[in-house]
């Protein structure tokens, strides 16, 4: 065992600074990790507390994040199995604090001031309404809900609360595609400097990834609309929000300019690939990986994507081997490869047949089931098509807003005028998540990938090339990103600096509206597909979203 690898860290223990955010995680998953490890690293803030079910999972987290920098044991008010229970601790916590039983210097004295929701995005709407009367700063992770009335029910709950508080809070999504420097750099360049002029078209695509797709959407979690959504709000809400942002929001999150709303949004799309039509006829009855007769040949076989394709590596051993086992980690590095790859195989033989009830299915994932006959149904292939008519601003306006006329066009539409946006989600791919297009202007066109935007002039025939960075691993650097902006939100907020609204268009640069109008569009799109008609914005939102919020008032 002399040449086994160790695992190591190289997080120290965070210095606070001044009004830096003390940090509740719900829900110590992946999304838990990808937050609280940049913010501890970077000493942005300090994670605190952390909810979640699962006690390896729970004390894995506090060990990298919490009381582990301190080489010490979890004390009571650290953790929490049930996000509920935490909520009754707060509530008493703070009682405590008025009545002088907990005095300052004692370590519950501060509490927690803001919150990563990173649960199933079922719970989503659970947690941050029951959250909303503690007054915590929220950074939840996408999508806000998995139904519009959810949606909407959010947005009422989290205003009314405001009301009740007497002041707002931050409230932010995880879109992390708004915060990768790639994005940040792409959309300056097609807003604020207007290197291609008016935007005619966009085509986005969203490449899932051939494994990717198997892994999350055929066997996970997301594979079933009745357990989770629809495959274009799991999976790809960040990419309407992202077309959303780059087209409809103003130029300036200060601006005074309203949104650029869309006129229509169509959508086609369906489970293709993932079905028992096209199961190998050689595969016979086999419903599981390690039972199958074709599994060595087969290129969706679990055993050859989770041991001998990404076990391989070991200095990539969290997601999506911790999806599976999520103690994989801890036994590669203490026991050794082997006792990993035995608890891998014991978890993906594990399997449902004809007899098991769908209740029991639903509830887990099945990462060693046959990816042509499972239960899943979430679209693997989609188009969606957003449309904008010309909206120009009163006359008075024009050149003088952030979306002023470009000097030399002719007509006075600044910056609104009608183009239209096409989005394809698609599973078979070799990219990863690896998002590419193409923005075609009136002066030029832009094409992007993750690694670098080029910027042609229909006037020179020149290209410029524009490297991108990135910060972190995690959506182009999306996720630290997100991470860094949310914590200057708040520590702007809990010092005074500026009011929680303020902050929140400075760093996250949106508001809750803006959250919710994304959201609209991918249910919108969902509605078009399901039904096969063209959506009218104007009319979907009085009578989905206007309708909604009148009814919570009442």
Same mark, same amino acid.
């Not at 949106?510 to 959250?515: D, L, M, R, V």
């Given at each position: 065992?002399?040449?086994?690898?160790?695992l190591s860290t190289d997080i120290s223990v965070p210095i606070p600074v001044h009004h830096s955010p003390r940090i509740l995680t719900i829900g110590a998953g992946s999304q838990g990790h990808a937050y &609280?490890?940049?913010?501890?690293?970077?000493?942005?803030?300090?994670? *605190?507390?952390?909810?979640?079910?699962?006690?390896?999972?729970?004390?894995?987290?506090?060990?990298?994040?919490?009381?582990?920098?301190? =080489?010490?044991? &979890?004390?009571?008010?650290?953790?929490? $199995?049930?996000?509920? %229970?935490?909520?009754?601790?707060?509530?008493?916590?703070?009682?405590?604090?008025?009545?002088?039983?907990? /005095?300052?210097?004692?370590?519950?004295?501060?509490?927690?001031?803001?919150?990563?929701?990173?649960?199933?995005? $079922? @719970?989503?709407?659970?947690?941050?309404?029951?959250?909303?009367?503690?007054?915590?700063?929220? @950074?939840?992770?996408?999508?806000?809900?998995?139904?519009?009335?959810?949606?909407? %029910?959010?947005?009422?709950?989290?205003?009314?609360?405001?009301?009740?508080?007497?002041? /707002?809070?931050?409230?932010? !999504?995880?879109?992390?595609?708004?915060?990768?420097?790639?994005?940040?750099?792409?959309?300056?360049?097609?807003?604020?400097?207007?290197?291609?002029?008016?935007? !005619?078209?966009?085509?986005?695509?969203?490449?899932?990834?051939?494994?990717?797709?198997?892994?999350?959407?055929?066997?996970?979690?997301?594979?079933?609309?009745?357990?989770?959504?629809?495959?274009?709000?799991?999976? +790809?809400?960040?990419?309407?929000?992202?077309?959303?942002?780059?087209?409809?929001?103003?130029?300036?999150?200060?601006?005074?300019?309203?949104?650029?709303?869309?006129?229509?949004?169509?959508?086609?799309?369906?489970?293709?690939?993932?079905?028992?039509?096209?199961?190998?006829?050689?595969?016979?009855?086999?419903?599981?990986?390690? &039972?199958?007769?074709?599994? /060595?040949?087969?290129?969706?076989?679990a055993k050859s994507i989770y041991i001998d394709k990404l076990l391989a590596d070991p200095d990539n051993l969290d997601w999506p081997l911790k999806s599976v086992a999520p103690e994989i980690e801890d036994?590669?590095?203490?026991?050794?490869?082997?006792?990993? #790859?035995?608890?891998?195989?014991?978890?993906?033989?594990?399997?449902?047949?004809?007899?098991?009830?769908?209740?029991? !299915?639903? /509830?887990?994932?099945?990462?060693?089931?046959?990816?042509?006959?499972?239960?899943? %149904?979430?679209?693997?292939?989609?188009?969606?098509?957003?449309?904008?008519? %010309?909206?120009?601003?009163?006359?008075?306006? *024009?050149?003088?807003?952030?979306?002023?006329?470009?000097?030399?066009?002719?007509?006075?539409l600044n910056g609104r005028s009608a183009k239209t946006a096409i989005f394809h989600m698609i599973a078979p791919t070799e990219k990863i998540c690896a998002r590419r297009g193409k923005i075609y202007g009136?002066?030029? #066109?832009?094409?992007?990938?993750?690694?670098?935007?080029?910027?042609?002039?229909?006037?020179?025939?020149?290209?410029?090339?524009?490297?991108?960075?990135?910060?972190?691993?995690?959506?182009?650097?999306?996720?630290?990103?997100?991470?860094? =902006?949310?914590?200057?939100?708040?520590?702007?907020?809990?010092?005074?600096?500026?009011?929680?609204?303020?902050?929140?268009?400075?760093?996250?640069?949106?508001?809750?509206?803006?959250?919710?109008? +994304?959201?609209?569009?991918?249910?919108?799109?969902?509605?078009?597909?399901?039904?096969?008609? *063209?959506?009218?914005?104007?009319?979907?939102?009085?009578?989905?979203?206007?309708?909604?919020?009148?009814?919570?008032? !009442?």
């Amino acid at each position: 065992m002399s040449n086994m690898p160790t695992l190591s860290t190289d997080i120290s223990v965070p210095i606070p600074v001044h009004h830096s955010p003390r940090i509740l995680t719900i829900g110590a998953g992946s999304q838990g990790h990808a937050y &609280a490890e940049p913010i501890t690293r970077l000493h942005l803030g300090q994670v *605190v507390a952390v909810c979640e079910p699962g006690p390896f999972k729970r004390a894995e987290f506090g060990r990298k994040y919490i009381w582990g920098l301190s =080489n010490r044991s &979890a004390l009571p008010h650290e953790e929490f $199995e049930d996000w509920k %229970d935490f909520i009754k601790y707060e509530f008493s916590r703070r009682e405590r604090v008025k009545t002088g039983e907990i /005095k300052e210097g004692d370590p519950e004295f501060k509490g927690v001031d803001s919150v990563f929701i990173t649960v199933l995005d $079922e @719970m989503h709407v659970h947690v941050v309404k029951a959250l909303a009367p503690l007054g915590l700063h929220t @950074m939840c992770e996408k999508p806000l809900a998995t139904s519009l009335d959810d949606c909407i %029910d959010i947005l009422g709950t989290v205003t009314r609360e405001w009301e009740i508080l007497g002041r /707002k809070t931050v409230f932010g !999504i995880a879109h992390v595609l708004r915060y990768s420097p790639h994005n940040v750099m792409l959309r300056k360049l097609v807003r604020e400097e207007r290197a291609v002029g008016d935007v !005619i078209s966009v085509e986005h695509t969203e490449p899932i990834g051939w494994w990717h797709m198997a892994h999350s959407f055929v066997r996970g979690n997301w594979r079933r609309q009745d357990t989770a959504a629809p495959s274009l709000l799991t999976k +790809s809400c960040h990419d309407i929000d992202f077309i959303m942002w780059l087209l409809c929001s103003p130029a300036s999150a200060n601006s005074a300019d309203p949104p650029h709303v869309p006129s229509f949004i169509s959508s086609t799309g369906n489970l293709n690939q993932f079905r028992k039509a096209r199961k190998p006829l050689a595969a016979g009855s086999a419903t599981n990986c390690i &039972a199958c007769p074709i599994e /060595k040949s087969c290129l969706y076989s679990a055993k050859s994507i989770y041991i001998d394709k990404l076990l391989a590596d070991p200095d990539n051993l969290d997601w999506p081997l911790k999806s599976v086992a999520p103690e994989i980690e801890d036994l590669y590095f203490n026991d050794g490869k082997p006792a990993a #790859e035995k608890k891998l195989l014991e978890a993906l033989a594990e399997d449902y047949t004809t007899e098991t009830p769908d209740s029991e !299915i639903k /509830k887990r994932s099945w990462y060693g089931r046959c990816v042509w006959d499972g239960d899943n %149904d979430v679209c693997d292939d989609q188009v969606v098509t957003v449309t904008w008519g %010309d909206d120009p601003l009163p006359t008075a306006k *024009v050149g003088n807003g952030d979306n002023g006329a470009l000097t030399g066009e002719v007509g006075a539409l600044n910056g609104r005028s009608a183009k239209t946006a096409i989005f394809h989600m698609i599973a078979p791919t070799e990219k990863i998540c690896a998002r590419r297009g193409k923005i075609y202007g009136t002066t030029g #066109e832009i094409s992007y990938d993750s690694d670098s935007i080029s910027v042609h002039s229909f006037a020179t025939s020149e290209t410029v090339v524009h490297p991108t960075k990135v910060a972190g691993k995690g959506h182009g650097g999306g996720d630290e990103s997100m991470a860094e =902006n949310f914590c200057k939100a708040v520590q702007s907020a809990v010092s005074g600096e500026m009011e929680a609204s303020a902050a929140q268009r400075l760093w996250l640069g949106c508001e809750i509206e803006e959250i919710v109008r +994304s959201h609209v569009a991918v249910f919108a799109a969902e509605k078009a597909r399901k039904e096969r008609v *063209v959506i009218d914005w104007q009319k979907f939102w009085a009578s989905e979203v206007e309708a909604r919020l009148q009814k919570q008032t !009442i």
